[in-house]
């Protein structure tokens, strides 16, 4: 039977939903990224911490695609790209990080969507099933997930795909310059077999 970190190294994810393809973005693509940031820099800038000049350059993007690939490989992360069908435009993205294993099995998700595809369940479309891949193949036992207390969009996205408020952080991100109180939520893995 392979372990997680052979898998890891062999199969690099690409999973369809009726609306959107999710992968690790190739570097050579990393147009599709600036594009994404770009327009919609002033959309995310409240929910993202300050980003320079650099973080709009396809040569930032095309390291930073390199790292995702390196880090997914290596188990610390999987930071997933949200594309359309036709796969030419990034929609938004959905990122696992902080990968811990040993008695912890978790991770921590970030995700933010493009202004103009908002409202419409893109997003919990993406999410759905990039969490069924967190656990059912990654097969980590928890995820965790915090959000603005004024972030009312976020709070109901993730009530409904599951994930339940456990408390409160003080100071906890430096978001859009400043230091944020955020809500801590979590989803245990519903695919695991109690113990």
């Not at 069908?85 to 696992?96: D, I, P, R, S």
Request: charge should be neutral.
């Amino acid at each position: 039977m392979a372990t997680h970190e052979s898998r890891l190294k062999r199969v690099l994810p690409k999973i369809h939903t009726d609306r959107t393809v999710l992968c690790l973005l190739a570097p050579e693509f990393a147009e599709l990224m600036v594009r994404f940031r770009m327009e919609n820099q002033h959309h995310l800038t409240r929910w993202e911490p300050s980003r320079s000049s650099y973080f709009f350059t396809p040569a930032f993007w095309k390291a930073q695609l390199s790292a995702n690939v390196d880090s997914f490989r290596s188990g610390q992360s999987c930071c997933l790209v949200i594309l359309n069908q036709n796969e030419n435009e990034v929609l938004g993205v959905c990122n696992f990080t902080q990968i811990a294993r040993g008695t912890m099995q978790s991770c921590h998700l970030g995700y933010a969507l493009a202004a103009i595809h908002e409202g419409q369940g893109l997003m919990r479309e993406a999410l759905t099933a990039a969490i069924d891949y967190v656990f059912l193949e990654l097969e980590l036992h928890r995820i965790m997930a915090g959000y603005l207390p004024h972030n009312k969009r976020s709070a109901g996205l993730l009530k409904r795909l599951g994930f339940e408020i456990e408390g409160q952080a003080r100071q906890y991100l430096r978001i859009d310059g400043k230091w944020q109180d955020h809500v801590l939520t979590a989803m245990i893995n519903p695919f695991e077999p109690d113990c």
